[in-house]
């Protein structure tokens, strides 16, 4: 776990590299017109650009520790390439709202245009995996850097394409979804429980989301307990993607001494069919249909009433 927050770096290593030869953008066109709502009401998007600007957006939320480290770089690229490059920042819109966002910006002084994205459709779109997040398009909108360091590398390619010289182009295939989906059959008459949840949620949002953070530790052993209070019930944990891999999982179900079926969701599809923002959450279904959205852990009567009515 901890490698994916300390240490993004050689995370873009095997895409391949080639020289800017036309200036035809590498993106689809639903990316290209995928809207950007900003919170000062107005909405934009790639395309609006294409041709004019570069733009750069970098994914963040208030509790990510390296996002905070490295806000003043984030502002002092506003300050130096504003005029030159549309520079956009994306709250990532999981366990925040919109009053923390408005206190980060004024705690570091940011300048720039800012989103939230409340229902997860940029996150799903561009690839997110974690946070800081950073994407860079040359004016023609082809992606020129893709990581998660405020680094030299991020430092030379904004340089350069603010002088509109060649550059390097990614292959776009990077913001293209080649993870495989959770199967779920939810049409099969029996209740499904889907609890959303995160390896990280219980010890990395302790000290900048100490509420979060208890609800997930006593999510998690609630959950444990229903399982097998209600083995007619299709029990899945579905485990977020951001900052995680196999082996995160299987330290935190060894943590939790966890019985019950858990899958990361690497496509992102359910977080993202589900609107999932905030962590964690119990999600009931039946016959394809929501029957109850659960983000209160603590009353847990109130949780044995629900199901053991629904069982009936």
């Not at 705690?107 to 409340?118: N, R, V």
């Amino acid at each position: 776990m901890h490698r994916y927050l300390s240490c993004f770096k050689g995370f873009v290593a095997g895409l391949f590299l080639v020289s800017l030869q036309s200036y035809a953008t590498n993106l689809p066109d639903e990316l290209l017109n995928t809207p950007i709502h900003l919170i000062s009401g107005g909405k934009t998007s790639l395309a609006e650009y294409r041709g004019k600007k570069p733009v750069y957006l970098k994914f963040w939320a208030t509790w990510c520790q390296p996002c905070r480290k490295q806000m003043p770089h984030f502002e002092n690229v506003q300050k130096s390439y504003g005029d030159e490059i549309v520079v956009i920042g994306i709250n990532l819109g999981i366990n925040d709202d919109a009053d923390a966002v408005q206190k980060t910006i004024e705690e570091f002084g940011l300048t720039m245009p800012m989103a939230i994205d409340k229902s997860g459709d940029l996150a799903q779109k561009f690839r997110l995996i974690g946070t800081p997040y950073h994407l860079l398009f040359d004016k023609d909108m082809n992606l020129v850097h893709q990581g998660h360091e405020a680094d030299e590398s991020l430092d030379n390619k904004l340089a350069l394409v603010a002088q509109t010289k060649v550059s390097e182009i990614i292959d776009s295939e990077i913001l293209v979804e080649h993870e495989a989906d959770i199967q779920l059959d939810t049409d099969d008459g029996k209740f499904h429980a889907l609890f959303f949840t995160a390896t990280w949620c219980d010890w990395y949002l302790k000290d900048s989301r100490p509420k979060a953070s208890e609800s997930c530790i006593a999510a998690q052993n609630r959950i444990n307990s229903l399982y097998k209070e209600y083995p007619e019930f299709t029990w899945l944990g579905v485990v977020s993607r951001l900052w995680t891999g196999d082996q995160d999982l299987l330290e935190y179900a060894a943590k939790y001494k966890i019985e019950h079926p858990a899958k990361i969701d690497k496509s992102n599809r359910l977080f993202h069919q589900y609107r999932v923002n905030d962590l964690p959450v119990l999600i009931l279904i039946k016959d394809g249909e929501v029957v109850a959205r659960i983000t209160d852990f603590h009353d847990s009567d109130r949780i044995s009433t629900l199901l053991r009515h629904l069982a009936q």
